[in-house]
């Protein structure tokens, strides 16, 4: 931090008490943009500041921990008329989270979740950045925050092995809704696996006051099986390189703006919505349906629009969008490019409550459909699939799919195994001469050591596969237990379960 | 991407020395065994004029060095119990998960991988062998078979295994060593168990002086860093160049070990 740029900012901080964050945002670049900053220290008066008295930085010397929040919450604002330094700690974990029901991904985040953790600081803070990476990550991570300026926007400086941790300094030059993300080589895989979030750079007369904020950010995610198949899903890098994700989804998981966890507001609340795109590939058409943005601050910067449909976000960018809720009900958050809203899990959830208001919505005034009714059949089928009573047909032919995204890799299509490192299932001797509940065991607690199948001695690892529902494991080994010349009968959810240690999922 | 001259070079040289081993060398240390010589096309070429590395022919352990072996070690050199250690050689993560300075415990498997070692330690347990730490080039062309073949790296299957072992979740306990299938030169575990030391690893991404460490060059953190390498597509090789420029030789990580290797010598 030059002396120059210290007076540039103390002029902001003038400035900032009497115009908008526009004009300020005008002057910054136009301070930031000159030629020769030692020449223009002599032209400027020396500062006129209730500003800190430090001559280096430019900002008090009491140090503020900032308060990180995860999505979809929001840190309450700095409330601050003054730059602070800032203190951030943000430790990097990589952790297996569902992304669907039944579905999980090895993520790798900022603060344990994804998007990580928001950031909130004011224009003109020294913030001191402590990245620490957890002694159980398997990776090296650093950060870059768009909200930096300087080479790489801090990635080299906090390049960091697991277990060890990395402290940088930057100051807050320019206000707006920032993006970081993982920037270690190959950066989009660690985008693609979460590594992303947002930093808040508040300009220096704060935001308007409203009564609800949240955080959402959208990112696209590509697993090896297909949506909704179960179980443990790896990266898979060609869909990554062609753009063809498996999931769209807001905050890192289908359903997580579902359900209890749906935003929520009152009648009558102003609703601020900090926005952004993770990526890595797509740009998001963000859009609340049964709703106008009343102002949307494009790109997270200053200026904004008033009265918007669908905003548009690039990846690595952000908006604020902020609208009145005047009618109670739910009000679905989707990416308008409507096949990732309704096929790849891009649906997000405001539940809005409070007194009706008819003059401003009435509500279905006359039902003209029929009803419609199901055939015998299809009810049958229907009831049988909610009591989780299947006929032997119905599960095997459930298992062959949970088979193929789960057990494939290893035992291959033909239950034939691999030669020497995997045994086979296909007419095995070990399913025929094990009892059930211990085959079963084997499943769900994983097997090490050596073992003798069909003459052949194998001496491999098997994982558990608990992470899969009874009903699921039911499926895999009735289909196991019924195919490839196996006779050994079907399994039911009840008989896993009795075997699962710890009980039921 | 190796060219094809080079990679016929490699299988065939494999091949020759395979069976004409047995009367021309000494024979290896035990658990070693015979790599290369090959030439392999590196992520990043020092030059544009240095686009492939020749690596002569080396003698590498078959599977990396264990929790029990390295547990004698110590005993043997009690300056690298973890409660004598110099502070400088090796930072607090060192051996941490053992029981006790000279005790495993229940909870690490003796035939697993060792793993929280500094590269001094891992140097200074493969010197007390006789042995040495593998450069990274010999490591890199022991890496690029797969189980069947001295150059896997067209083997888009054998990528893609390669790659889905970064998928699994890191808390998994390590398995023992060699329970996988050897690759071509009959090595085991060179993916999908744990990272390893090379004795330059400061070589990667930076200068070769890894005091130069802040320095690392910019254009290889953020998206750019896919334009000068060999194949962007090869995101295993990333990751591995990413983790050892991460590292100063006295960092110890969960995931961490190694293996020795030696100069596979020709009598005269």
């Known amino acids: ?387 989780g009573d299947l006929t032997t047909e119905q599960r095997i032919a459930a298992g062959r799919g949970l088979f193929a995204s789960n057990c494939a890799a290893c035992h291959q299509a033909t239950g034939l195994g691999l030669p020497g490192t995997i045994p086979p299932l296909a007419g095995s001797d070990y399913l025929a001469k094990n009892d059930k509940e211990r085959v079963l065991g084997v499943v769900l607690n994983g097997l090490t050591g050596q073992i003798k199948v069909n003459g052949n001695t194998f001496n491999s690892v098997m994982p558990p596969w608990n992470h899969l529902s009874n009903d699921d494991l039911a499926n895999i080994m009735s289909y196991v237990f019924n195919s490839w010349g196996n006779s050994h009968g079907v399994v039911s959810p009840a008989e896993i379960a009795k075997v699962r240690p710890g009980g039921a999922i | 991407m190796l060219p094809k001259v080079g990679r016929m070079l490699a299988i065939a040289c494999a091949l020759s020395s395979t069976a004409a081993a047995a009367p021309q060398r000494h024979p290896a240390p035990a658990g070693m065994t015979l790599v290369g010589p090959g030439v392999y096309e590196p992520l990043y070429a020092a030059s544009p004029a240095e686009r492939t590395v020749s690596v002569s022919a080396f003698l590498l352990d078959r599977k990396p060095v264990t929790n029990a072996e390295f547990l004698g070690f110590v005993r043997r050199d009690p300056r690298w119990r973890r409660d004598q250690v110099k502070r400088l050689l090796a930072d607090e993560g060192y051996l941490k998960h053992w029981a006790a300075a000279d005790r495993l415990g229940n909870g690490v498997r003796a035939a697993s991988p060792v793993t929280g070692v500094s590269w001094f330690a891992a140097k200074a347990f493969c010197v007390e062998r006789g042995a040495r730490l593998p450069t990274e080039r010999e490591w890199e062309l022991a890496a690029l078979a797969s189980e069947t073949g001295a150059d896997g790296s067209q083997d888009a299957r054998w990528l893609a295994r390669i790659l889905s072992f970064y998928s699994k979740p890191a808390s998994l306990p390590l398995r023992d060593v060699g329970t996988a299938r050897p690759n071509f030169w009959g090595i085991h575990d060179m993916h999908g168990l744990i990272w390893e030391w090379v004795y330059d690893f400061g070589a990667s991404l930076i200068a070769a002086d890894s005091r130069e460490k802040g320095d690392a060059e910019q254009n290889r953190f953020c998206g750019a860093s896919g334009a000068d390498s060999r194949d962007p597509g090869d995101y295993a090789a990333f990751m591995r160049v990413a983790f050892r420029s991460s590292l100063q030789a006295s960092f110890t990580t969960a995931r961490l070990g190694f293996r020795c290797a030696a100069d596979a010598k020709v009598p005269s």
């Open chain 1, 1 to 387: 931090m030059t002396l120059a740029q210290t007076t540039c900012m103390s002029r902001h901080v003038i400035n900032a008490l009497k115009t908008s964050a526009l004009v300020l945002s005008s002057i910054t670049f136009a301070c930031q943009d000159l030629p020769n900053r030692n020449a223009v220290r002599l032209h400027l008066a020396p500062p006129m500041t209730a500003a800190p008295a430090d001559a280096t930085s430019g900002v008090s010397d009491a140090p503020v921990l900032a308060k990180l929040t995860s999505p979809p919450n929001v840190p309450p604002a700095t409330n601050r008329t003054k730059p602070a330094r800032v203190v951030v700690n943000l430790t990097v974990k990589e952790l297996v989270l569902p992304m669907a029901d039944g579905t999980q991904y090895t993520y790798w985040t900022f603060g344990g979740t994804v998007p990580g953790s928001f950031i909130r600081v004011r224009q003109g803070d020294l913030v001191e950045f402590h990245l620490q990476n957890d002694a159980t990550s398997t990776m090296p991570h650093n950060i870059d925050l768009h909200a930096v300026t300087g080479p790489g926007g801090g990635a080299a400086a906090s390049f960091t092995a697991p277990g060890h941790a990395s402290t940088f300094s930057f100051k807050a030059l320019n206000a707006g809704l920032f993006v970081y993300h993982c920037a270690t080589a190959p950066v989009p895989l660690h985008v693609a696996n979460g590594m992303y979030g947002m930093i808040l750079v508040e300009p220096p007369e704060g935001l308007a006051p409203v009564e609800r904020e949240y955080y959402v950010m959208e990112g696209d995610f590509y697993t090896k099986g297909k949506y909704h198949d179960k179980g443990l899903q790896p990266f898979d890098m060609q869909k990554g390189i062609e753009a063809r994700p498996t999931y769209v989804v807001f905050n890192g998981a289908e359903g997580s703006l579902l359900g209890d966890k749906a935003l929520k507001a009152n009648v009558g609340d102003t609703v601020r919505i900090f926005f952004g795109v993770g990526g890595p590939n797509l740009t998001s058409s963000f859009h609340v349906i049964g709703e106008i943005f009343d102002k949307v601050h494009f790109e997270g910067g200053s200026s904004f629009q008033d009265n918007v449909q669908t905003t548009l976000v690039p990846a690595g960018g952000s908006t604020i969008v902020e609208f009145k809720v005047q009618v109670p009900g739910d009000y679905p958050l989707v990416d308008h490019s409507l096949f990732r809203a309704f096929n790849q899990g891009a649906v997000g959830m405001l539940n809005v409550k409070g007194p009706e208001d008819k003059l401003i919505y009435s509500g279905k005034q006359q039902d003209l459909l029929a009803k419609q009714e199901l055939s015998p059949k299809e009810t049958a089928l229907a009831e049988a699939l909610v009591v």
